[in-house]
């Protein structure tokens, strides 16, 4: 008896189990027998009638408590009986349902569950009524019935829809009707019985979360004890790494189940526990996956077989966790906006609270929070924000209250990134005005998301209400705004923010018809203006280099730009007021209007640098800014320089060289869509023009041929760029084949493009003015599945080509509206013709993201841009020639008009696609992938010092021809300049992808050979030592698993070394054949032995040929034929022979199995 009490304790907290309650009811049966033994023997050895009569009702009273915790159990201990009767209809239709969806094409199974849901259905609207007439209120009355009639509805439309069905079985229009009809019913059945339904599913969420923790935890534990056996040191970091992660994660599911079960009514904490779940799939299949990995390479046999069971009772705690969750989501949906409201008053209060911590002097810094750290943070969440802000808009004007359900609970956990953010900047700045404006500025984004928040509720409460859109719109503005001002108030941006603002000064100057006077010489001008360049270009470069720094050296280079801008600004006016042509005064103010603009775009991505500095491609950007801006100095100084021939264009080159040397810094981001092959056969074309133009430039100073030499060094300046960005593809390549983590979602990255949209944007007030968004966040990708360009960069997947172009290229304001308002007609039409090239190509890319997503309301959302944006090209169009043929200014403005709503189009675009959800994980360049970038920087570095100073010498060449001490100079920085390029070419075949990996594997099976042939010698003379660290059958199973991953890599392998030379070293691994030595060891027949090993041999010999022959490919998609060729036989005979070893293998271990059985 004591022990069946024990029971009951045991399984008490965890009632609703159906296995806790099969024990709970086993052991009541238990007691039940127990007590009717005791009464029989009382019977047969006493004769007090009273006594007896005593027992009996005493064994009554247990019979009858018995019972009733029986029905307790049954029950649940929870719901009423007309609940559960609700709980189980409900829980029926949901499966039947899903069986439904299920059998799509096969109609009479349709049929089938059709009939069964009718049934269930027509008895959940019976309960239904029969509550309604139960109940004394009769709002709630009404309400039941309403439902009730809903529910009878829809369940006669499914059955008229299955009646279709029935009679014409192969017509998929009934069978779309059938499932149509069945979704009808679901949702009505959600709507009938929603709070029954959420109490149940949120109850088996519960379950599914704790069971899961329970399975989580013992597979950790598993884990590492087969980690301390584990031969494979990827695997064990893999698997150990993920531990971590699922560590980190397991209290926040724990925290979510447990308020759950303590506020059952919190729609907030049913949420909690919803989120929390789904967080949880994830990294938990990255950890079943890696003990899937770990497994055959762990020595230990028992840790492994523990491991392994872990892993199955993890797999089938997953599976219900996501269905329990999916399920869960579908019915809770509607809360999601209650509760981002409510978490939204919880974080007004804790920045209320922060606020008065400032007041105080109390609010102090985290551990690990430092000024830079906070509003790094800040900067990239308030993006995250401004894009579910826009998800959450398309969403609540389409209608979609899943997706609004979503987006709002996006928004709010957005929002609580924020608010953690907020926190840290005023802890860590000692400025007490900064402080206040920071979480003042919070506070504001607060309140209007609350707004927005409110207005969603009412415009999904009158989808039909015309005036929703036009409110939405006015508060996300709001939230825009306050946004913005929350970003700008770190004391970081506020100093980028000053730098442009210091441009936007400058440049009013330029639109003064009046100059500087100076009383000094021309001369002395342009020297001033060429050193102004010099300073103004190194400022630049200085700029991309402080991107890889800390946000305050990323401020100060601003600062010291927006300084030298301003001095070039001077020199330059100073410059056209001297000229006195009035082309030329023209054209130098065009080009330092130019300088402006490139300036304004330079500084803009440098903010969005310093707002999220790991945001991907933002610093290629502001590498490309500064190329721009180097450009445009180039124009400008050939326009107002006169000087010796050459000193200009090698003053030219000299800059266009020094700017390329950032860009072997960063080892993040690709430069180009090269491949690696494609690349080193860039480096070896360039390189040998390379060797030309410098031989040209000796040949034409010689001669005194000036102009020529001039041609030259153009031509060699380009050169070096054009090896620059080669090498940096290569290093970014090279970062591909060692990253310790890999993107979890790959896909089409947009931001690039809507990143260059923004930068172009040039508003109607004339240059350095500059339009904002309409709400932030355009750093942040949206994604859809298809091949990744990253590592795989084939033409026919470049889809990334149709974007980058699209939008990157554009200027849809930069080029059209600078034709219109600084140019002449002349270039009026082909601003038209680059407008309606790029916005084509961009309304293609929206037509393909449409058909990529699953998403349905970003589906519709693309098709509707591409239309605004196609529509909105053409009335540009439309406007452009008719200022061509009438180039007034009315016409002018019109023209300036039609632009804007192209402009808002894209703007808005770009905030719609800029959503986080679809954002991939960035990579980890582990060290190995650092070192072997090293030598390819070294060579570059030393490619790019060489060629400046090669430059300098030839630019004093061009003025004394004839000085032998110039020429030796010269010839000494140009082999410098060979050396460099010769290192460059080698570093690059040296690195070639999957070569060391390759050559490895090759040392591998030769020793693996070696064995072989000594274990096979010795099995022939009968003295094989016997290897007592696993039984033969486990042996056997190892041999087995080795051999299927053989099998199944060859055909994986062999498409790497044919066209995927980034998965050539990630795939090339030979498993140890150890395991076949071990278990002919153990075999008694000695013909056994040797066919096992002679098996063995050829799987050795023939994987050898084929690791020569992928060797010899490198996955080189333009290797020679025959080399693909001798790849596919390779890889075709070990396949053969891999089969004929698993077949041996599973037929010796079945014989085995009998023997011991």
């Not at 005493?58 to 049954?74: P, W």
Request: aromatic share 4%; hydrophobic share 35%.
């Amino acid at each position: 008896m004591m022990l069946q009490d024990g029971v009951e304790l045991v399984v008490a907290p965890t009632i609703s189990s159906p296995a806790c309650q099969e024990q709970l009811i086993h052991a009541t049966k238990g007691v039940a027998h127990f007590v009717e033994g005791i009464v029989e023997a009382a019977q047969q050895s006493c004769s007090d009638d009273k006594l007896l009569a005593d027992l009996g009702t005493a064994a009554t009273a247990v019979t009858q408590a018995l019972n009733d915790l029986l029905q307790h159990i049954k029950k649940g201990a929870g719901p009423t009986a007309a609940g559960e009767s609700h709980e189980d209809a409900v829980d029926t239709i949901l499966t039947v349902t899903d069986r439904l969806f299920s059998n799509v094409g096969d109609a009479h199974e349709m049929v089938r569950q059709a009939r069964q849901l009718a049934q269930v259905t027509s008895s959940l609207v019976g309960a239904i009524r029969g509550e309604a007439e139960g109940h004394s209120d009769s709002d709630m009355q009404k309400r039941l019935l309403a439902a009730a009639r809903l529910l009878a509805d829809a369940t006669a439309n499914m059955v008229e829809a299955a009646k279709g069905c029935a009679s014409s079985p192969n017509d998929s229009e009934q069978q779309k009707r059938l499932r149509g009809a069945t979704e009808d019913l679901r949702a009505a059945t959600n709507i009938a019985a929603s709070n029954a339904l959420k109490r149940k599913l949120i109850r088996r969420l519960e379950n599914a979360a704790r069971r899961i923790t329970s399975a989580t935890t013992q597979l950790i534990n598993a884990s590492k004890n087969a980690n301390k056996s584990n031969t494979n040191k990827t695997s064990e970091h893999q698997l150990t790494q993920q531990c971590q992660i699922m560590n980190e994660q397991l209290p926040l599911l724990i925290q979510g189940f447990r308020g759950s079960e303590t506020n059952q009514d919190s729609a907030t904490a049913q949420l909690q526990v919803i989120n929390a779940s789904k967080e949880f799939i994830q990294p938990t299949s990255q950890l079943v996956s890696a003990a899937n990995a770990a497994a055959p390479t762990v020595g230990d046999q028992a840790a492994s077989m523990n491991m392994n069971q872990a892993v199955k009772m993890m797999t089938t705690a997953l599976a219900e966790l996501r269905t329990a969750s999916g399920k869960a989501e579908e019915m809770c949906i509607s809360l999601e906006v209650d509760a981002a409201l409510d978490q939204l008053t919880e974080l007004d209060r804790e920045l209320e609270e922060y606020r008065r911590a400032t007041d105080s002097g109390n609010l102090v810094p985290l551990p690990g929070e430092t000024v830079e750290a906070s509003a790094m943070k800040l900067g990239s969440t308030s993006k995250n924000v401004g894009s579910a802000m826009a998800q959450l808009l398309t969403a609540a004007s389409q209608g979609n209250e899943n997706y609004v359900g979503v987006a709002a609970r996006d928004t709010a956990n957005a929002l609580r990134v924020l608010t953690e953010a907020t926190r840290g900047v005023p802890s860590t700045s000692e400025d007490m005005e900064v402080r206040r404006q920071v979480i003042d500025s919070a506070r504001d984004v607060i309140d209007k998301s609350t707004h927005l928040l409110e207005e969603t509720k009412r415009a999904m409460n009158d989808p039909e209400n015309p005036e929703n859109q036009a409110r939405l719109n006015q508060v996300a503005k709001a939230v825009s705004g306050a946004l913005n001002s929350c970003v700008n108030a770190v004391p970081r941006q506020r100093d980028v923010d000053n730098a442009i603002r210091q441009i936007t000064d400058s440049s009013q100057e330029l639109a003064s018809t009046k100059y500087p006077s100076t009383d000094r010489t021309f001369q002395e001008i342009q020297i001033e203006n060429n050193n102004a360049a010099v300073n103004l270009n190194q400022a630049a470069s200085d700029i991309v280099t402080a991107s890889r720094g800390t946000p305050k050296q990323l401020a100060e280079s601003s600062r010291e730009y927006s300084s030298s801008y301003s001095e070039f600004i001077k020199s330059g006016l100073t410059m056209a007021g001297l000229s006195k042509d009035g082309d030329t005064q023209n054209q130098i103010v065009g080009g330092l209007k130019n300088v402006s603009m490139v300036s304004s775009k330079l500084l803009l991505a440098a903010k969005s640098v310093s707002a999220d500095p790991n945001a991907p491609n933002t610093k290629n950007l502001l590498s490309q800014a500064a190329r721009a801006v180097t450009e445009s100095i180039n124009q400008l100084i050939n326009v107002c320089t006169v000087s010796a021939p050459g000193q200009k264009e090698c003053d030219n080159a000299l800059r266009q060289i020094q700017v390329m040397k950032s860009m072997l810094e960063s080892a993040n981001e690709p430069v180009t869509d090269l491949s690696y092959f494609e690349c080193l056969d860039s480096v070896m074309e360039k390189s040998k023009l390379l060797g030309d133009f410098m031989t040209g430039i000796t040949n034409h100073a010689k001669k005194g041929d000036l102009e020529n030499f001039c041609d030259s060094m153009g031509n060699f300046s380009t050169s070096v760029c054009g090896l620059t960005e080669a090498a940096s593809q290569v290093r970014d390549r090279l970062k591909s084949l060692h990253l310790e983590e890999q993107s979890l979602y790959t896909g089409i990255d947009l931001r690039p493009t809507l990143w260059a949209l923004l930068m172009e944007h040039q508003s109607p007030e004339g240059p350095g003015w500059w339009t904002s968004p309409s709400l932030p966040g355009l750093t942040r990708p949206y994604r859809w599945h298809v091949k990744t360009w990253l590592t795989r960069p084939a033409p026919s997947n470049r889809k990334y080509l149709l974007i980058y172009p699209a939008i990157g290229a554009v200027g849809l304001q930069t080029n059209c509206l600078r034709a219109i308002t600084l140019y002449s007609v002349a270039n009026v039409l082909s601003a038209a013709t680059v407008v309606a090239k790029h916005t084509s190509a961009l309304c293609n890319a929206c037509r393909l993201a449409s058909s990529k997503t699953s998403n349905p309301v970003a589906k519709r959302h693309f098709v509707q841009s591409a239309k605004d944006v196609a529509n909105s090209t053409a009335n540009l169009v439309k406007a452009i020639k008719v200022l061509d043929q009438d180039f007034t200014e009315e016409n002018r403005q019109r023209c300036t008009e039609a632009a804007k709503p192209l402009t808002d189009a894209v703007d808005e675009l770009t905030t719609f696609a800029s959503s986080p959800e679809f954002a991939s994980m960035p990579a980890k360049i582990s060290p190995e992938a650092r070192k072997a970038q090293e030598p390819i920087v070294s060579a570059g570095k030393a490619m790019i010092d060489g060629a400046c100073h090669m430059v300098t010498a030839a630019k004093q060449l061009a003025v004394n021809l004839k000085d032998p001490p110039t020429y030796q100079l010269y010839s000494n920085h140009s082999k410098s300049v060979s050396e460099a390029i010769k290192r460059l070419v080698s570093s690059i075949k040296d690195c070639a992808p999957g070569q060391r990996e390759c050559d490895e594997s090759i040392d591998k099976l030769n020793c693996s050979i070696r064995d072989l042939d000594q274990a096979s010698l010795a099995a022939i003379s009968q003295s094989l030592q016997q290897r007592t660290e696993k039984s033969l059958r486990g042996f056997q199973e190892q041999m087995i698993g080795s051999a299927r991953e053989i099998h199944d890599l060859c055909s994986k392998v062999k498409d790497s070394a044919k066209a995927e030379p980034e998965n050539l070293g990630h795939r090339v691994s030979i498993q140890s054949i150890g395991c076949a030595v071990g278990a002919a060891s153990l075999i008694q027949n000695s013909k056994q032995q040797t066919h096992i090993l002679d098996l063995t041999k050829t799987v050795a010999e023939s994987a050898l040929q084929f690791m020569y022959s992928c060797k010899e490919g490198g996955g080189n998609p333009k290797a020679p034929k025959h080399t693909h060729d001798n790849i596919d036989t390779a890889a075709d005979n070990t396949m053969d022979v891999v089969q004929d070893l698993l077949e041996c293998s599973q037929q010796y271990d079945r014989e085995t199995h009998q023997i011991n059985h």
